[in-house]
């Protein structure tokens, strides 16, 4: 059966989940503020317990989006591209690409997709992306390792959609070539087969099928 016959048989299904996620990530200003009441009632409004909480919740009210939805607005974008366009308005905020802001709103293996899944949403331009992209390349040794083996493959998909002929990302490639990142562990791996798959399928057919094997 064909995606569209698909989408067709299951239409009414579809836009359910479609309202569902909308209704999830909508931006509410009274919800908030309902929840910055109940934490200052229950602990005081100068209480240390809650001032990190507090703080997210203003950044949040100031931005009218946060950083973790990236996946569903990405999701949503295939059926409504305004979407995007109001998360890059967000995304133009500079408290957007705070660390603490960043750090509070990835939680877990969210944060190895998140640039990957912006740039697809178009966010190279952006000169916030731009300097974490130019901190991620420094950050590569001259060996070509970066950090760790998820972060490894994550960053060579990124590097490969932004410069696919620069010298560290054939540094970062080759890294990866010569420890056979094709048999680490499955999520690395289906990360690093991906992204040969995007470079050049022909060329680096016999390591991609070895992964998949």
């Given amino acids: 059966m064909s995606s569209i ?19 999830e ?18 602990h005081g409004e100068k209480s240390i317990l809650i001032q990190g909480e507090l703080d997210r919740l203003d950044t949040i009210l ?14 949503l974008s295939i059926f409504d591209d305004k979407i995007v366009e109001n998360f890059k308005k967000c995304a ?20 190895l997709y ?6 697809e949403m178009g966010f190279s331009s952006n000169k916030y992306f731009k300097k974490y992209f130019d901190y991620f390349k420094k950050n590569v040794t001259e ?6 083996e998820i972060d490894q493959v994550c960053l060579l998909r ?15 490639l080759n890294y990866c070539l010569e420890n056979n990142f094709q048999l680490m562990d499955p999520l690395s791996s289906s990360i690093f087969i ?18 998949l094997a």
């Fill in 5 to 23: 016959n698909l989408y067709i048989d299951n239409f009414e299904k579809i836009q359910k989940g479609i309202i569902w996620l909308k209704n």
């Fill in 25 to 42: 990530i909508e931006y509410s200003e009274e919800k908030i503020q309902r929840k910055k009441q109940e934490l200052i009632d229950k």
């Fill in 62 to 75: 100031e931005l009218k989006c946060a950083p973790k939805y990236f996946l569903p607005i990405f999701v």
């Fill in 92 to 111: 133009e905020n500079e408290k957007f690409w705070s660390y603490e802001n960043l750090d509070a709103f990835m939680e877990g293996e969210d944060r």
């Fill in 114 to 119: 998140f640039w990957n899944f912006l740039y």
């Fill in 143 to 148: 060996e070509g390792r970066f950090w760790n």
């Fill in 158 to 172: 990124l590097l490969i959609s932004m410069e696919p002929k620069s010298p560290i990302t054939q540094k970062v």
């Fill in 194 to 211: 991906l992204a040969l798959t995007e470079l050049n399928y022909s060329k680096f057919s016999k390591i991609i099928n070895e992964g």
